[in-house]
């Protein structure tokens, strides 16, 4: 018992922890909100709807941004850790339904302003599994995978990533 409550304790800190990153995007003020509620949507529809968990979630800036007025990243990590076997396999189901992913990143980048890429991973496995990002004429596309070349690899260019 004192293991389980250990665990909804970590898991409750890092839903906690999450809500202090998502309450840091620098949106303008009305925007937040927006931004919030799209933010809501994804965590509860995992939650709520499908029976996962979203256990991580990080903003980070992109450096060399192709737009002049947005250069943030949403990284989304779905419970391994902290999750039961049966939210492990549904939060494996997410990842792998790229039409939910896509929804997902659809409702982010239109509700946060700043937000121009969505990826999503396991969290504790170290790796991200795939990404959406903002693409000409304001449409939300899937990154495009290329094969890693291995050591000093180069940048490339906006909407493809190394797989892993």
């Known amino acids: 018992m004192r293991a389980?409550?250990?665990?909804?304790?970590?898991m409750l800190t890092a839903l906690h922890a999450s809500t202090l990153i998502v309450d840091s995007f620098s949106t303008p003020a009305g925007a937040e909100a927006t931004c919030d509620r799209a933010?809501?949507?994804?965590k509860g529809n995992?939650?709520?709807r499908i029976g996962g968990s979203v256990t991580y979630l990080e903003l980070k800036s992109i450096e060399n941004s192709?737009?002049?007025n947005a250069?943030?990243?949403?990284?989304?990590?779905f419970g391994n850790r902290v999750a039961s076997n049966s939210q492990r396999q549904v939060n494996y189901n997410i990842?792998?339904?790229?039409?939910?992913?896509?929804?997902?990143?659809?409702?982010?980048i239109t509700g946060c302003s700043n937000a121009i890429k969505v990826r999503y991973g396991m969290e504790g496995t170290g790796g991200v599994s795939g990404g959406w990002y903002?693409?000409?004429g304001n449409q939300v596309r899937r990154e495009e995978c290329v094969d890693f070349p291995g050591r000093n690899a180069p940048d490339?260019?906006?909407g493809k990533t190394y797989c892993w």
């Not at 389980?4 to 970590?10: F, G, W």
């Not at 933010?39 to 994804?42: A, G, W």
């Not at 250069?71 to 990590?77: A, D």
């Open 4 to 10: 389980q409550i250990i665990q909804l304790l970590v």
């Open 39 to 42: 933010i809501d949507f994804m």
């Open 46 to 48: 995992v939650a709520q």
């Open 66 to 68: 192709p737009f002049n």
């Open 71 to 77: 250069n943030e990243e949403v990284i989304i990590g």
């Open 95 to 108: 990842l792998n339904s790229p039409g939910l992913l896509q929804e997902y990143s659809e409702k982010i």
């Open 134 to 136: 903002l693409g000409a």
């Open 156 to 158: 490339l260019p906006w």
